[in-house]
């Protein structure tokens, strides 16, 4: 359970964070949704550096749309500017659930101030039982900012390959 400053921190970045988050979920909804996001004004509370333009994969967004959409219907009563509705433990699991979509379709953290998790940027994460050929989590030119690749392999054959990043420069910006 958090404490007294935890949450005080959780609720002052609430506002930026649902402002920001229902922004990007109503673009993916939107009949430009498969397009990248080359104008994204990211709050001053988002911790890390997130990739842009911000680009969803059309197959995570197709299986994603429907509970992308439920929880754009539950989360409506927090959305008019004019109306300050406390956060509530269900608004705040369905901010949560709703991070964790779009999460999945940018393949991108998107992490705000006060959060234990990692910081907003590109992540891969890799799942097969046997490698037989080659994996590469990402290949880049540049890869800078945060980001972050998970390999998990059961078996990984004699002539297999695995590379977790492969740029001609990887560091901070």
Request: proline fraction near 12%; glycine fraction near 10%.
């Given at each position: 359970m958090p404490d007294a400053t935890e949450i005080a921190l959780i609720t002052s970045t609430v506002p930026a964070a649902l402002t920001f988050l229902l922004q990007r979920a109503e673009r993916l909804i939107s009949s430009r949704g498969s397009e990248p996001e080359e104008q994204v004004a990211v709050p001053d509370s988002l911790t890390?550096?997130?990739?842009?333009?911000l680009q969803p994969d059309p197959d995570r967004l197709r299986d994603s749309r429907g509970e992308i959409e439920v929880l754009l219907d539950a989360l409506v009563d927090y959305v008019?500017?004019?109306?300050?509705?406390?956060?509530?433990?269900?608004?705040?699991?369905?901010?949560?659930?709703?991070?964790g979509a779009?999460?999945?379709?940018?393949?991108?953290?998107?992490?705000?101030?006060?959060?234990?998790?990692?910081?907003?940027?590109?992540?891969?994460?890799?799942?097969?039982?046997?490698?037989t050929g080659e994996a590469t989590g990402m290949d880049a030119d540049e890869i800078t900012g945060n980001s972050s690749v998970a390999q998990d392999m059961g078996t990984v054959g004699p002539d297999a390959k695995l590379v977790g990043m492969k740029a001609r420069r990887i560091g901070p910006q």
């Open positions: 890390g550096t997130l990739q842009l333009p008019d500017p004019h109306v300050s509705v406390p956060p509530t433990p269900g608004m705040l699991r369905n901010l949560g659930r709703l991070r779009l999460e999945n379709v940018y393949g991108q953290h998107l992490t705000f101030d006060g959060e234990q998790r990692p910081a907003s940027g590109p992540f891969v994460h890799q799942k097969a039982d046997r490698l």
